[in-house]
């Protein structure tokens, strides 16, 4: 649902998803420093996938950039 949103929502809805308060619920499914080791696979690499399609989609929204960057350090 969350990457249909994407594909076909507007601005208002890109910002909303580009909030430090929303992206870091997202890093904590995948980082083992939070939930990690509780979520599945098949979760984490669907999230981080999302992440890297939406930082190549939507170059001008840099804290989703950021927020991609930031697990692929981990």
């Given at each position: 649902v969350l990457e249909a949103c994407m594909k076909n929502c507007g601005r208002r809805f890109h910002n909303e998803v580009g909030k430090y308060r929303f992206l870091?619920?997202?890093i904590k499914l995948v980082s083992p420093k939070y939930m990690g080791d509780n979520v599945s696979e098949k979760v984490k690499a669907k999230t981080i996938e999302m992440l890297y399609s939406w930082t190549v989609a939507f170059p001008n929204e840099a804290?989703?950039?950021?927020a991609y960057d930031t697990l692929r350090r981990q």
């Open positions: 870091n619920e997202l804290k989703i950039s950021e």
